[in-house]
């Protein structure tokens, strides 16, 4: 189940940095600021998990591609870009996704340590005051 939870992370990371991709530099400073903080919190996440994972990190990428699905994120084209709505609209959807995960793994999996279970309970409250500063941002 942690593997899972690395694997998830992992996947946030990418689909953030898609994300970034789409932003209007000159438009969504405060918002690529706010993505680009998420996505270090995505690594560091991580490295709090992969230290209790059981798999190698060629199996975490393998994993992760079935999280992907939850980044709904169109291939940048060319002079095109999302409206700030739609991007925040993708992350919300993400996010939600990623916290019933996190709960799923603390409501079904029998983890043993303590402080591993607190550590996972942090961070599924630190994703949900991520969708609520996301939501804060929506025009």
Known sequence: MIDELIALNQSRLEGYSRVVSH?????????????????????????????FGTKKQHEHSKLSASHD????????????????????NI??????????????????????????????EGQSEQLEQTILSLENRKN
């Open 91 to 120: 992350c919300i959807h993400a996010e939600i996704q990623n916290v019933k995960t996190y709960q799923y793994v603390l409501t079904q999996s029998s983890i043993e340590e303590e402080s591993l279970t607190r550590m996972i």
């Open 69 to 88: 699905a939850k980044w709904s994120v169109p291939v940048k084209q060319s002079g095109v870009t999302l409206e700030r709505n739609e991007l925040l």
């Open 23 to 51: 932003i209007d530099e000159d438009n969504d400073d405060d918002l690529l600021a706010l993505l680009e903080e998420w996505m270090q919190q995505a690594q560091q996440f991580n490295a709090q998990l992969i230290p």
